[in-house]
T-cell receptor, first 113, second 110 residues
């Protein structure tokens, strides 16, 4: 069966520090991968998606970047965190192609102070 | 572009009350529709889905019917429990992307 992992579960970082959140998927090959952010009191915002290794698409301009160094690994990064980067970050995967259900990881709660 | 609109919360109900959370959408073509649930401190879980008009998705006592004529996918449950307290997200799938509504927080009191 397929599983999706995210870590860390919780992170407190000072403003200006770097960030690296990791997401890995097991039990499937060539998944589509997604990063979402859920800010307090707001809905989900798609940040990045990837259909293959090294292929990253960004949905909104921001302080964050994403990379996919391996087929089932998706990393969310920042060189310098902003206060506004605080939120709940969710990774998700789906099978290739359209109209497929997305499966979400447990999420990482980031607090930037 | 595609969009999903949900009723604003929080929705507060007593146990065993009837639940409706409204969801309407705007999309080109024929999207699939979903309801996701987020329990406190957890990630999202798929609750139910419908892939074409007039389909009814159901799970854990929740139901939603894909209404193309009214572009709606309202979530209903006949008798809510305290354990149903969570945030519920309506979403549509156009191609590879999910577009989410803003979420509706449900609070069920004993």
């Amino acid at each position: 069966s397929q599983t999706i992992h995210q870590w860390p579960a919780t992170l407190v970082q000072p403003v200006g520090s770097p960030l690296s959140l990791e997401c890995t998927v097991e039990g499937t090959s060539n998944p589509n991968l997604y990063w979402y952010r859920q800010a307090a009191g707001r809905g989900l915002q798609l940040l990045f998606y990837s259909v293959g290794i090294g292929q990253i698409s960004s949905e909104v301009p921001q302080n964050l970047s994403a990379s996919r160094p391996q087929d089932r690994q998706f990393i969310l990064s920042s060189k310098k965190l902003l206060l506004s980067d605080s939120g709940f970050y969710l990774c998700a995967w789906s099978t290739p192609g359209g109209r497929e259900t997305q499966y979400f990881g447990p999420g990482t709660r980031l607090l930037v102070l | 572009g595609d969009s999903v609109t949900q009723m604003e919360g929080p929705v507060t109900l007593s146990e065993e009350a009837f639940l409706t959370i409204n969801c309407t959408y705007t999309a080109t073509g024929y999207p699939s529709l979903f309801w996701y649930v987020q329990y406190p401190g957890e990630g999202l879980q798929l609750l139910l889905k419908a892939t074409k008009a007039d389909d009814k998705g159901s799970n854990k006592g929740f139901e939603a019917t894909y209404r193309k004529e009214t572009t709606s996918f309202h979530l209903e449950k006949g008798s809510v429990q305290v354990s149903d307290s969570a945030v519920y997200f309506c979403a549509l799938d156009a191609g590879n992307m999910l577009t989410f509504g803003g979420g509706t927080r449900l609070m069920v009191k004993p």
